[in-house]
């Protein structure tokens, strides 16, 4: 029988606010254990959390992004449960009325294959703390607790069931991860937790519409960590179902190392939250006023971009994507464009010696010395004849090292281009003399030889020579040869 | 209204509560008191009442993104029956998954 994969994903993203979600505290990431932390996050009796308006705000910018409805009125409830990263007993979470409903994220499987992975809702809620379960530091029987990272915003996005392989499921995630950063709201570190996904999985016949029984999939740590760990899950339950037996329904944890799910330790009860609304908060009212002022402030959306940059600039699909990853490199680049009509060399520049660059330093964009107006500056000289496209390259470099201006660096490392006939005439000429054999065989026949010569002047000009005016010399010297010997 | 031993039974081991017999059945009947008063309420018409869970409908007070100072850690410890390094000191849970179920 074949299967048909059906996935549901739950990712938590840790909004890059600079306070906690009902309190004061910094969210700063490294800070020493529990000094982040006051009365409100502490869990003390009496205390009244205070929303924060910009977790809010960005909860609506996320939401107005992948064309979710902002609902005007959410509540914010109480899930109760017990554990030690909550001192509460309780995470503040929304329930029954989320602050974001419907929506969806257009992913391409393969290439001209648009597929529509509905959002189900979006909600705002709290983070817990952090457990410390390192043996070597404690006895085997204790844990650590740190409650800095307790009460940190958070917007949980749930998908529909409407994923249909773990290729879908990476690139669903990695469309999130580029729009949380590419709004500013979430830094996106899978690694680092501020951004983490848990995965439904059951399969179900070809052709049947009833959903199977589900696992759960929990601790993958990277983007293709949750691709490896569905693939994985469906082998599983394929060759559960392929034999006659039956899923069990369990939270199955992602072990990277071993490139296996395991069921989680422990007695697997039915969660019984108990949810109901916070009578400590009133409901969250959202004027269309500020949704409306929210839409009015976000940026022009990747996908968005990514078309016009196709239909307006002519790049590829590919090249387009590579350029539209990252907003810091998306909006270099259309600082780029807006002062040269060449958008592709352009993107050529980027997607070679920026990125290269980038790479090697391993740094941001922002930390680039070369900024985009020397790369439309470089562009022009290398249209202008003023230097080559080779040296232009070593020009960057320079620029990159030292923050000249293109022109200084131009100057500095003497690679204005020769492009004065008589002078290069002279040393076209030296060339000639200089490699005798190969004229008597260019003058045999051989053309293939003429960039042999056009090569050695280049290089004898180390790289300054206009290769143009190099060429056309060349030819007129060797045609006259070639006429005289006949 | 009565709620039955078995469900009374479960509220309790959510909220980590142990009774003997004798605590089960008090406690039962303190329940079932507090749930036959507020039951007056289902005395009235609601039919054309919203569910509401604040009567609050207004716009609730938001706090501007900005951070104040925290407790001192050793404020943060002064109560905690263990600690170390600045960290909590608790048994460890039996839960591995280590983080929101």
């Keep these: ?123 705002l809620e709290e983070d817990a703390g952090k457990s410390v379960h390192d043996e070597a530091y404690i006895s085997g029987n204790e844990t650590l607790i740190d409650l800095n990272r307790c009460g940190t915003p958070l ?74 760990a569905l693939t994985f899950e469906v082998k599983r339950q394929t060759e559960i179902l392929s034999e006659g037996g039956a899923v069990i329904q369990q939270t199955l944890l992602w072990d990277e190392a071993a490139g296996k799910a395991v069921p989680m330790r422990g007695k697997e009860e039915a969660h019984d939250y108990r949810y109901f609304p916070d009578p400590d908060l009133t409901p969250l009212i959202v004027e269309e006023a500020w949704v409306r002022e929210v839409g009015e402030s976000l940026p022009e959306l990747p996908d968005d971009r990514k078309n016009r940059w196709t239909a307006d600039y002519g790049l590829s699909d590919y090249d387009a994507s590579v350029l539209n990853e990252d907003r810091g490199i998306s909006d270099y680049f259309e600082d780029v464009v807006r002062e040269t009509d060449n958008p592709k060399t ?58 000249d201006t293109p022109d200084k660096a131009v100057e500095k490392l003497g690679l204005k281009q020769v492009s004065n006939a008589s002078e290069l005439g002279d040393l076209v000429q030296k060339v000639i ?39 056309d010399l060349l030819r007129e010297k060797l045609n006259a040869l070639r006429q005289s010997e006949s | 209204m009565s709620v039955p031993l078995e469900e009374v039974k479960k509220i309790a081991g959510l909220a980590r509560l142990s009774f003997n017999e004798d605590e089960l059945k008090a406690y039962s009947g303190h329940l079932n008191q507090i749930l036959d008063y507020v039951g007056k309420l289902n005395e009235l018409n609601t039919d054309h009442v919203a569910p509401t869970s604040s009567v609050q409908d207004t716009d609730g007070p938001l706090r501007e993104d900005m951070v104040h100072a925290s407790l001192p850690t050793q404020e943060v410890m002064k109560d905690a029956p263990s600690h170390q390094d600045g960290f909590f000191r608790v048994p460890k849970v039996i839960q591995s998954d280590g983080g929101n179920p």
Excluded at chain 1, 175 to 188: A, F, H, N, S, T
Excluded at chain 1, 387 to 402: L, M, Q
Excluded at chain 1, 450 to 456: M, N, P, R, T, Y
């Design chain 1, 1 to 123: 029988m074949k299967f048909e994969t059906v996935i549901g994903l739950e990712v938590h993203a840790q909004l890059s606010t600079l306070s906690k979600m009902f309190c004061g505290c910094s969210i700063r990431f490294g800070a020493a254990p529990n000094s982040q932390t006051c009365p409100v996050c502490l869990g003390m009796p009496g205390v009244l959390p205070v929303t924060n308006r910009t977790a809010v705000e960005y909860a609506v910018r996320m939401g107005l992004a992948v064309h979710c409805d902002i609902q005007p009125h959410s509540v914010f409830a109480r899930k109760n449960y017990f554990y030690p990263d909550l001192p509460k007993g309780y995470q503040i979470s929304q329930y029954e009325e989320p602050i974001c409903l419907g929506g969806w994220i257009d992913v391409e499987p393969e290439p001209g294959e648009k597929r529509k992975i509905r959002i189900h809702r979006i909600h």
């Design chain 1, 155 to 228: 917007i949980e996005i749930v998908s529909e069931p409407d994923i249909r392989s773990p290729k879908e499921a990476y690139l669903y995630l990695h469309k999130i991860r580029q729009m949380v950063r590419w709004l500013g709201i979430c830094d996106g570190n899978m690694e680092e937790g501020s951004l983490r996904c848990d995965a439904n999985i059951s399969l179900r016949p070809v052709g049947t519409t009833d959903l199977g029984v589900k696992t759960e999939l929990k601790n993958m740590n990277s983007m293709r960590g949750v691709e490896k």
């Design chain 1, 346 to 403: 352009a993107a050529n520049w980027i997607m070679g010696e920026v990125l290269r660059r980038l790479n090697e330093e391993k740094t941001g964009i922002e930390n680039l010395k070369v900024r985009p107006g020397d790369i439309s500056h470089l562009i022009r000289l290398v249209n202008e004849g003023t230097v080559s496209h080779s040296a232009a390259k070593t020009v960057f470099d320079h620029i990159a090292e030292t923050g």
């Design chain 1, 433 to 471: 003399d200089d490699n005798p054999d190969a004229l008597k065989k260019y003058l045999g026949g051989k053309d293939a030889l003429f960039g042999f010569f056009v090569g050695q002047a280049m290089q004898a000009s180390r790289g300054k020579a206009n290769p143009k005016v190099v060429q």
